[in-house]
């Protein structure tokens, strides 16, 4: 067996999947950030045709695309 001072094996099995575990949890923090439009969508069924549509403005009501009828938001 190879002997390993104590500041190496830290750094092999402490240091290397902490700094792994980091930069993933960076990377996938800023993937997020890029698409902020996603989360501000309001989503609309029609009542009146049953189109489905979605809007980044955060509305309670919005009207329809096809038929301008006036809709609640099923998810905000
Ligand atoms: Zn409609």
Same mark, same amino acid.
């Given at each position: 067996? =190879? *002997? !390993?001072?104590?500041? /190496?094996? +830290?750094? #092999? @099995?402490?240091? =290397? *999947? !902490?700094?792994?575990? /980091?930069? +993933?949890? #960076? @990377? ?49």
């Amino acid at each position: 067996m =190879i *002997p !390993l001072p104590l500041g /190496a094996i +830290l750094t #092999l @099995f402490v240091g =290397i *999947p !902490l700094l792994t575990t /980091a930069l +993933l949890a #960076l @990377f996938y923090n800023f993937r997020t950030l890029h698409r902020p439009g996603r989360e501000k969508e309001s989503i609309y069924e029609c009542a009146e045709c049953g189109h489905v549509y979605a809007f980044a403005r955060n509305r309670p009501m919005d009207r329809c695309p096809r038929c301008s009828h006036l809709n609640d938001a099923v998810r905000t």
